[in-house]
């Protein structure tokens, strides 16, 4: 039996011991309950949303909706929930508090002490109310907790901050003996200040309702993923969510590399819930037109992209936003799924069609659960903090990138495209949600990349990685600073021993330059370092410590492959660095545009295959598996998917899911 066989004996033998059934995922949407709609409106939503093979939806309770003459009146909400229940679907109902001139995002905060009476007060009626109701599924806590790091400047946070300050004395030197002249004091109120209230709302919730589930759907997940300590949210949520609105929330990346940004957000979410279940709570389903960054109508491929991503990714579920137009206000007439006369559109028979190849094999997905990638893309929070503190004004020219607020982001998802569309799916999350306790790190690898801001508490952490047979690739401006953003290559760089070198100097050359990376010539943005390796200059260096090794490229070589144009050369680097184990199902060769996510399911394996190219392309499936049937298959009009063996030809914009045996 050769390697790659036992490799496969092995794993195979890991998915088929021990796994627990789990829920089908789902496929659901919003409905928008406002005044004005008819009792025909309502039960004809509900009855198409049947119809299309949806189990739950989303309600977004509003307070402003349920004030009667005579105290509550949740008449309004009373006949969508009963509708629900007829049909089968189930309600994950949004608390959403009244607050002035924040009827689309909502609320996040109470403003004062007055208001949070009022809040607790409809909280508590509201919860009062449903949580005997058959059609509830779950509570949302809030809509999308996270301010982008901008403290709200109301009585109720500035008493809180003002508390918090007395508790956390700043620490006046670093232990060199430099003063400490950042803080991060509002970055690291926040993180907890937001948790603290979650918390305090989930308490409040649980007091009256102690069956049905608790949720939070976060946004803006590259912008605001500094304020979730995900971790300790898991002991008061029972599930996870995402709201991913390309047209929102992805304005780091252009319309092509959005299926990228969707698979590296659910993997950001799947990362923080650890051992919940996750979902995507919100998911762009049509038509902007004012009310988003980048205004745009999605294709029904593009939706196919999106949900079977994130179910490929291991999501429980997939919340479209919205089923029907909401009539008034600032996103009227917008986003739905169907079209404005209430009727089937392109995007939702995908929305069905996706349905129904889930529920038509409940045998596979019962049990399916996410390949765990050998390779981990990790970001560190402190970075964002550091990246927001150092902007000088509004700096938009393209030459310095990698210095604008997103730089720290985009590093990272530059090489996760780079070893996604080489069919090797990376994890993606924070460095302390990462289990740093493996006594045997053999066959793992860790990429930080762009992560100018990494705290002193990992470097014991990252040692002990290595040591214990890791393997770890360190790119860009990474380790620049510590947390009090100190000059950490100045002071002596405490991991010189693990990394072989420290860094000599720092070039910094606005736009992009090609070097010699270690034999290799690269597109290089902004940044070229030289390390320094025992008196030897060098652009690269590879060292061996413990039982693993170091790679370290201390040029921002991402960033410049993905401007360039240059990801296969940068995915051939990754590659040839971290040298991981040969997966059951990779591709055989590097292709721009496309993705892979693979599901494990007892000795079955489900590949997610999808081409967000503009290009159609011939794909040859790396593997020992045999292929067995396609379990769904979507393609522009006219265009279909073929395969041929282990090949498969899609379309661009094509999706095809198939079994492997």
């Not at 739950?56 to 909400?77: N, V």
């Not at 509002?186 to 979650?198: G, K, M």
């Not at 069956?211 to 997940?221: E, G, K, L, T």
Request: contains cysteine; aromatic residues 12%; charged residues 20%.
């Amino acid at each position: 039996m050769n390697a790659k066989r036992i490799f496969l004996s092995i794993l195979l033998g890991m998915v088929s011991i021990g796994m627990e059934a789990r829920d089908i995922p789902f496929i659901g949407a919003q409905i928008f309950i406002e005044p004005g709609q008819t009792d025909s409106d309502v039960s004809g939503w509900f009855r198409t949303m049947k119809d299309c093979g949806m189990k739950a939806c989303r309600i977004r309770m509003f307070e402003s909706y349920c004030h009667g003459k005579d105290g509550w009146d949740f008449s309004l909400f009373d006949r969508a929930f009963d509708y629900a229940h007829e049909n089968g679907i189930g309600v994950f109902a949004t608390i959403f508090p009244d607050m002035e001139g924040n009827g689309i995002g909502g609320f996040k905060f109470p403003v004062d002490a007055a208001h949070e009476k009022t809040v607790n007060a409809f909280t508590d009626a509201l919860v009062a109310h449903f949580k005997d109701h058959p059609a509830l599924k779950a509570w949302v806590l809030i809509n999308e907790p996270g301010v982008e790091g901008v403290l709200p400047d109301e009585p109720f946070t500035n008493a809180r901050f003002e508390e918090w300050k007395k508790s956390h004395p700043h620490k006046t030197f670093t232990p060199e003996g430099y003063p400490v002249l950042v803080h991060f004091d509002t970055e690291r109120f926040l993180l907890e200040y937001n948790t603290d209230y979650l918390a305090s709302v989930a308490r409040r919730v649980r007091a009256i309702d102690p069956a049905h589930q608790i949720h939070v759907n976060n946004h803006q997940i590259f912008r605001n993923a500094a304020e979730y300590d995900f971790p300790a949210w898991r002991e008061f949520l029972s599930s996870l969510g995402a709201s991913a609105h390309p047209s929102w929330h992805f304005g780091y990346f252009p319309r092509e590399r959005y299926n990228l940004a969707m698979a590296a957000n659910c993997d950001i979410i799947r990362s923080g819930a650890g051992p919940i279940p996750w979902l995507i709570t919100e998911l762009q389903a049509g038509n902007n037109t004012y009310s988003a960054f980048n205004a745009f109508c999605p294709t029904p491929e593009e939706l196919a992209q999106w949900m079977w991503t994130g179910i490929g990714e291991g999501a429980g579920g997939v919340i479209f936003w919205t089923l029907n137009p909401r009539g008034v206000g600032g996103e009227a007439g917008e986003w739905a799924l169907l079209n404005m006369q209430g009727g089937v559109s392109a995007r939702s028979e995908v929305a069905r069609k996706t349905a129904l190849a889930i529920s038509s094999n409940a045998d596979i997905f019962a049990n399916a659960m996410p390949l765990e990638s050998p390779v981990s893309i990790l970001y560190a929070r402190e970075s964002l903090w550091a990246e927001k503190q150092v902007q000088l004004g509004d700096l938009t020219d393209s030459d310095y990138e990698g210095r604008h607020e997103g730089g720290v982001m985009k590093s990272a998802v530059a090489m996760y495209q780079a070893l996604m569309e080489h069919g090797l799916k990376p994890q993606f999350g924070e460095m302390g949600e990462y289990d740093w306790t493996r006594e045997d790190n053999s066959g793992k690898a860790v990429i930080i990349s762009g992560q100018v801001c990494i705290p002193r508490h990992y470097y014991a952490s990252l040692r002990s990685f290595v040591e214990k047979g890791g393997t770890l690739l360190v790119e860009g401006l990474s380790f620049f600073y510590d947390e009090y953003m100190s000059d950490v290559f100045g002071h002596g760089f405490p991991l010189s021993d693990v990394f072989g070198a420290t860094l000599e100097e720092v070039f910094c050359s606005p736009g992009d330059q090609k070097i010699d990376v270690g034999g290799r010539k690269m597109w290089v943005h902004l940044w070229e370092g030289i390390l320094n390796a025992d008196g030897r200059k060098t652009r690269r260096a590879d060292h061996a410590y413990g039982r693993g090794r170091v790679v370290w490229i201390p040029s921002m070589i991402g960033l410049g492959a993905v401007r360039k144009g240059a990801v296969k050369k940068l995915s051939a680097i990754i590659r040839d660095a971290i040298r991981v184990e040969e997966q059951p199902l990779s591709f055989s060769r590097y292709g721009k545009g496309l993705s892979l996510q693979v599901l494990c399911s007892g000795k079955t394996f489900v590949s997610v295959v999808s081409n967000s190219g503009h290009q159609g392309k011939v794909v040859r499936i790396k593997t020992g598996l045999r292929r067995g049937k396609t379990i769904f298959s979507q393609a522009p009009d006219g265009k279909r998917c073929r395969h041929f063996g282990k090949y498969v030809f899609l379309p661009a914009g094509a999706t095809v899911v198939d079994c492997w045996e």
